[in-house]
């Protein structure tokens, strides 16, 4: 399982950088691409953006020019930096591997745009 954290209020235009802990899944974290995704209330969960394990990056169209993916390796650790949020940004946030698995979904992390 992944556990995420960072996340929180932020006014509209603000920043926020999200992790997400490798701890018992250290070998999918390694092995495989990686990938943020959220889910926003009423709404089905997307894929914001991946990293592959050579540091290769996608991004949905609405997470492109704001959101930026890494991945610190040594600690299995991947962040989400959040820049120019909107309120359409509001989600809970999840990592887990690209395609995802049932097995590593964790709690998530909830991300508010609002003033």
């Known amino acids: 399982q992944f556990v995420e954290s960072g996340g929180g209020l932020v006014q509209p235009g603000g920043s926020l950088r999200l992790s997400c802990a490798a701890s018992g899944s250290i070998f999918v974290f390694s092995t495989y691409t990686m990938g943020w995704y959220r889910q926003a209330p009423g709404k089905q969960r997307e894929l914001v953006a991946s990293i592959t394990s050579g540091g290769y990056t996608k991004y949905a169209e609405s997470a492109k020019g704001r959101f930026t993916i890494s991945r610190h390796d040594a600690n299995y650790t991947m962040y989400l930096q959040m820049n120019i949020s909107k309120p359409e940004d509001t989600a809970v946030y999840y990592c887990?591997?690209?395609?995802?698995?049932?097995?590593?979904w964790g709690q998530g992390t909830q991300v508010t745009v609002s003033s």
């Open positions: 887990n591997a690209d395609p995802p698995s049932s097995l590593y």
